[in-house]
């Protein structure tokens, strides 16, 4: 048996506690007779340390970008509204402020999708040749992180860091800055468990693993791990059509999405069908209900699956999870979640509250047995 408790701890990829819940997934996954298919893949683990920016004897804390280059200094401030204040102060310390730093930046040509528009804008700082980035940010939109990084890639080769906007620099002032952050080069797997089928037409069943540095990730994810854990369970006896993967993804939080490539790698490489995919992600938050939103699958389908679960409501569309690569492909996709999560569960993502009291075990254990209905509907169709 798995408990949540388990599950809900820090957890990135390549991490010790990482490794551990996923050779714990192996294990439960043995037991209930899926096979193994383990998938290796390269990552990088980041460290930091307390990090700083001093003038005129004044300090004030600087949070590490995810994965930045390390950097200790001494230079000229440039403060930096706009992106033709950066094109104007090469070799410089910039300091990205409001309204520069609403939302982030994409990481340098994410593999699914890279807007055009942060191609320019990487240009343009790599044209300044910046000796760091300080970027002042405030709440985050997509989760409770207040500030929030602006940048999160392993790729980029400037050193960055982010605070609060609460005014410190001086512009063309010198400014000592010190960004304590290093990474390692490690290698870890992308786990795959699965059921055969009467034929080789893949239902892909799948919940990423990872959290974010410095979260339990209770909610996101561990509730959907959870839940995946019991679809083993629920679908253990079921003589189905369909091959089932089951994925615990490793990489929805990190900026290469390593496991998520490999297999998609994998499925090209033995030229395998998806003929579905379920994508759990963030269900449980206390006081929701759960919901589940559709992608490529026709509304008459979607009330027919609807009317035949128990627990189950009609969510809202969103793109930012794993299934996102699928339903751009034209893949029918279902994703499940909390039908409030982007109003009020949202704000406890990627923070230290994201714990296991804002998960409802009861609303976890209702999504599994729906989402049996909804494979075995979906299975009809292969």
């Known amino acids: 048996m798995i408990s949540l408790r388990e599950l809900a701890i820090e957890r990135p990829v390549g991490s010790k506690n990482n490794e551990n819940i996923m050779e714990l997934l192996c294990k439960e996954a043995k037991t209930q007779g899926l096979d193994l298919i383990r998938l290796p893949i390269e990552t990088k683990c980041w460290y930091h340390k307390y ?4 003038y005129k004897g004044k300090k004030v804390e600087l949070h590490p970008s995810p994965f930045s280059h390390p950097f200790s200094g001494k230079g000229k401030v440039a403060l930096c509204s706009n992106w033709n204040d950066v094109k104007n102060n090469p070799d410089s310390i910039l300091i990205f402020q ?8 994409m990481p340098l040509c994410f593999p699914v999708y890279f807007p055009p528009e942060h191609k320019e804008k990487y240009d343009i700082i790599k044209e300044a040749r910046p000796k760091c980035i300080i970027t002042e940010t405030g709440k985050h939109k997509m989760s409770g992180l207040n500030p929030y990084p602006f940048f999160e890639d392993g790729n980029l080769s400037f050193p960055s860091a982010y605070k609060d906007t609460e005014p410190f620099f001086t512009d063309q002032v010198e400014t000592y ?7 390692t080069k490690i290698k870890t797997s992308q786990v795959l468990f699965s ?6 037409s893949i239902i892909v069943i799948c919940a990423h693993m990872d959290s974010k540095y410095g979260t339990p990730g209770a909610l996101d994810n561990a509730a959907g791990i959870f ?3 019991k679809l083993f369970e629920n679908l253990k006896e079921e003589k189905l059509n369909s091959t089932i993967h089951f994925i615990p993804f490793n990489g929805e939080e990190n900026y290469s999405i390593p496991g998520q490539m490999q297999y998609l790698d994998f499925i090209k490489r033995e030229e395998l069908h ?8 963030s269900p449980g938050f206390c006081g929701s209900q759960n919901a589940v939103s559709f992608y490529n699958i026709d509304i008459e389908e979607q009330n027919l699956l609807l009317k035949k679960t128990k627990d189950i409501k009609k969510g809202q569309e969103w793109y930012a999870g794993d299934h996102a690569m699928f339903s751009c492909q034209n893949i029918p996709c279902v994703v499940a979640t ?3 999560l982007f109003e009020k569960g949202i704000h406890y993502t990627h ?8 998960v409802d075990l009861e609303l976890l254990n209702k999504l599994s047995s729906d989402l049996k209905i909804i494979v075995k509907e979906l299975d009809t169709k292969a």
Request: glycine share 4%.
């Open 351 to 358: 923070t230290e509250k994201d714990t296991t009291d804002i």
């Open 227 to 229: 839940t995946l854990y």
């Open 51 to 54: 990090s700083f920016a001093e």
């Open 195 to 200: 059921k055969q089928g009467k034929n080789n």
């Open 177 to 183: 800055i010190e960004i304590q952050s290093e990474c």
């Open 338 to 340: 909390s039908d409030n």
């Open 274 to 281: 998806i003929s579905a995919v379920i994508n759990i992600d």
């Open 98 to 105: 409001k309204p520069m730093t609403e939302g982030t930046l």
